[in-house]
Nanobody
Framework: QVQLVESGGGLVQAGGSLRLSCAASGRTFSSYAMGWFRQAPGKEREFVAAINWSGGSTYYTASVRGRFTISRDNTKNTVYLQMNSLKSEDTAVYYC??????????????????WGQGTQVTVSS
């Protein structure tokens, strides 16, 4: 079992920044992949970013590449999503996800077994 708790969402103006955090507990955090997904109103949940077990490899969806950075601190059992140059289209509920079946990056929701409760990010234009 893995428990995930997100924090750091909020309201920000376009062009601003936010940092999301996701604290994990349960299974050994440093042994599996982590990801961030988001879901905007009326849309399906979509992949945002993923990181491998060590933090040495990352992957992003094209729309956030160059603006968002995923990282992890295995000593704190926490994964982060630094979001810069935010746009109105980034408005969504953001979810972190744990994929304990995998060491390496996964970009598909079905590969993740545990999900946080979500945190709202609203970007005003």
């Amino acid at each position: 079992q893995v428990q995930l708790v997100e924090s750091g969402g909020g309201l920000v103006q376009a062009g601003g920044s936010l940092r999301l955090s996701c604290a994990a507990s349960g299974r050994t955090f440093s042994s599996y992949a982590m990801g961030w997904f988001r879901q905007a109103p009326g849309k399906e949940r979509e992949f945002v970013a993923a990181i491998n077990w060590s933090g040495g490899s990352t992957y992003y969806t094209a729309s956030v590449r160059g603006r968002f950075t995923i990282s992890r601190d295995n000593t704190k059992n926490t994964v982060y999503l630094q979001m810069n140059s935010l746009k109105s289209e980034d408005t969504a509920v953001y979810y972190c996800a744990a994929g304990p079946r995998y060491y390496n990056i996964r970009s598909t929701a079905r590969d993740y077994d545990y999900w946080g409760q979500g945190t709202q990010v609203t970007v005003s234009s």
